[in-house]
């Protein structure tokens, strides 16, 4: 049976945001479990401070199936203010999570146009879906005025580099410091250069 297309949106153009997207976004960042708790932590620290303006959402007919979160120009999809992480963790404990959340965000402002996060639900992998939403990626950074997109992955997902391998990111430095200095995992800067005839090939 053929499948529906699938559609990448800007989540800040669309009234087709539901909860349970925003659930998705705040997910991720499981690397800094440490500093942000778990899931359900993640969650309530995060939600009320995203910028749907740095989220593309892919969508086959009416359901969400991947999004891709990017930064550029001292922004990205989150800007928490500090009062959830002192309601969840007090005063102290609070303000010293978000100090090194914000250090964290900072350390990313040397890339100019910086691929954030970017996930497919399991049942749609495979079917070019995430190479839809990196294309969308490289449009907007295009329109930002950026010729290179910066991202960091982690050494050991081999899927995620296979994937960026495919869509000819390079391997600029592996930042084995970081976990040395925090408790997460060895990740790989790469960064692929945009031409206007870098386009992802069709599926
Ligand atoms: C990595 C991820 C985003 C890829 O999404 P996807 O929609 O399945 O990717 P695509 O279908 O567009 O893949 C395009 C090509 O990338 C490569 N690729 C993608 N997934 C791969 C895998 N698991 N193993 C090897 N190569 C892979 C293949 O060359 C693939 O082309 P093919 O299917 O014709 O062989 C998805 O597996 C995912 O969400 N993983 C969990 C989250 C994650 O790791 N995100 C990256 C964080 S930096």
Redesign the pocket.
Known sequence: MQREPVRIVLASRTSELTPAIARWITSGRGSLAFILGDEECRHRLLADGINWDRVLVAYRGADAI?YAAFKHHRRGPFSPGSGPFVREFGRLGGTLRYGLFMVSEWREWCYGFY?Y??????V???????????QAVFEQARGSGHEKVE????AK????R??????GFVSIRTMSWLSRLVPIPTVINQRRTLSPLSRVPP?
């Open positions: 991947g691929l996060g970017l996930r497919v639900r399991k749609a992998r495979r079917q070019g879906v995430a190479s839809a939403l990196l991202l960091e992955v982690q997902n081999l899927a995620a296979a994937f960026y391998a495919h869509h599926k």
